[in-house]
């Protein structure tokens, strides 16, 4: 099974978007889950990640602009992204913490414009 990563799209530096991605059950209630980008010619990184208790850790070019949150009724993580820079286009992924190659869906492309 691949995850599945949805609700990109084209925004204006300071919009907002949120992504989506729903894991089977299995995936989901076991794991840490984590958001993942990649843009154009740069290693894919983590952009943050959220326990299953809820704990949310990010990376510092987000930190205070991105929030992730979990939904165990729908196995659903979703990505908060505001007051967003073009540094933010790539595309995004979503994966346990400890990323699986299993589990790398085609993400979805996030755009931001100057």
């Known amino acids: 099974v691949q995850l599945q990563a949805s609700g990109g799209g084209l925004v204006q530096a300071g919009g907002s978007l949120r992504l989506s991605c729903q894991a089977p059950g299995s995936i989901f209630s076991r794991n840490i889950m984590g958001w993942y980008r990649q843009a154009p010619g740069k290693q894919r990184e983590l952009v943050g990640f959220i326990s299953r208790a809820g704990s949310t850790k990010y990376a510092d070019s987000v930190k205070g602009r991105f929030t992730i949150s979990r939904d165990a009724a729908k196995n659903t993580v979703y990505l908060q992204m505001n007051i967003m820079k073009p540094d933010d286009t790539a595309g995004y992924y979503c994966?346990?913490?400890?990323?699986?190659?299993?589990?790398w869906g085609q993400g979805t492309q996030v755009t931001v414009s100057s």
């Open positions: 994966n346990t913490w400890r990323p699986l190659d299993s589990l």
